[in-house]
């Protein structure tokens, strides 16, 4: 008996390693199978800085439109930014009425240990009708005029429309800016520069 055992255990240890092989394989074609803009319908870039300044303030980023059988499901803006160490505008987005945002990620100012990400973005709503933003999203803006030292981070915002109050053919824009200074007069600016990204209801041709 032990001697048969001494023949089949090398090729029990076989059988075994030649199974695990085709499970990692067969992992691996998996996650090969995975879907890349699933559902994406079109998508928009921009990329801003205050030029109309001395502040060297930028925002970059990508606004990804996301539909499901002719409806808009979601959008989501991911930006890079880079504030000033002198600019206390910041950067701020602009959504759109008959939209809301849902979550909000941001890491700005990295790297900073006395610094909360939490703590330096602000969201803003409006109770007027049929005004153009529903909600402005503030990060790195001090509103007392001064400073908070700069630095850079990522911004992430998801919104979603209201269905009932939109229809297919609406077209909407994300405002940002960025920027600040103050005037002859002691007059004080935010969002010195800006831009509009546009987003359709509709698939693109």
Known sequence: MKSKLKYIAPYALIALIVFFSWLLTHQDNKSDESSVNDKITHIRSFHLSSDSTKLKTVASGTVFVKGIEGLIKDVQIIARIEIDPADWGGVAFYIPDKWHVSSILNSYPENKVQSKPTDNVSTWTTAKKDSKWNTMIEIGRNRSYKSIGG???????NIQPDYKAISKTDVFTIGVE????????????????????????????
């Open 178 to 205: 960025v920027g600040s200074k103050e005037e002859d007069g002691g007059i004080k600016i935010m969002g010195t520069d800006s831009v509009e990204v546009p987003v359709s209801m509709s698939r693109d041709e």
């Open 151 to 157: 630095g850079t981070g990522t911004v992430v915002i």
